[in-house]
Structures are given as C-alpha cells and as structure tokens.
Nanobody, 116 residues
Framework: QVHLVESGGGLVQAGGSLRLSCAAS????????MGWYRQAPGKQRELVAT???????NYADSVKGRFTISRDIAKNTVYLQMNGLKPEDTAVYYC??????????WGQGTQVTVSS
C-alpha cells in the first residue's frame, strides 16, 4: 500500500512557474514508474512526466523543455518543476506510483490553473 499526497498547485499567470511535490508514504524505490499525470476538464488523464526506479525519464512532448521531474529519495518525495506555463497546462495534476504488476496508486490531485 502506498499513499501519495500532492501539494504545490495554484493559480499562476502564463509564463510563470510552479513546483509540485508528491510525498510518498514509503521509500521511493522498487516501482515500475513514478511520476505525474494530468486531467483537464472534459479530457482524458494524460502522462506528463515519469521516471523508472532506475532513473530513466519520460516526458510528454507538450512539456519537454519546460517541465522537469526529480526526486529526493531521503524525503520520499517526487517533484515536478513547471516553467513557462501555458493556459493549456491548466488541469488537475496527479501523482502516480505504478507497480511491477501494473497496479496504479494515485494521489488526490492538485489543481493548476494558468491564466492568459
């Protein structure tokens, strides 16, 4: 069982920055992937950025060069640094932990709103 708690969302103007945090209830190792997804109103949930336990990262094309995923193993925390935010980045952002059996744990989500 893993509990994930996101924080750091908010309202920001276009071009601004936010850093999301995801605190896990246990040590962040031994997972398939871990990272961030988002869901905008009326749209399906989509991958934003993830990494494997070995550290290989994967980014959605729409955020490459603007977003950076990182982790602090000592704090059991994963971060998403978001720079150059655009109105189309507005969504609820969810932290995800996927096990090696493809079971997904999700956080409660944090709202990010980018105004134009």
């Amino acid at each position: 069982q893993v509990h994930l708690v996101e924080s750091g969302g908010g309202l920001v103007q276009a071009g601004g920055s936010l850093r999301l945090s995801c605190a896990a209830s246990r040590s962040i190792f031994n997972f398939n992937t871990m990272g961030w997804y988002r869901q905008a109103p009326g749209k399906q949930r989509e991958l934003v950025a993830t990494f494997t336990s070995g550290g290989t990262t994967n980014y959605a094309d729409s955020v490459k060069g603007r977003f950076t995923i990182s982790r602090d193993i000592a704090k059991n925390t994963v971060y998403l640094q978001m720079n150059g935010l655009k109105p189309e980045d507005t969504a609820v952002y969810y932290c995800n932990w996927r096990t090696f059996t493809s079971f997904d744990y999700w956080g409660q989500g944090t709202q990010v709103t980018v105004s134009s």
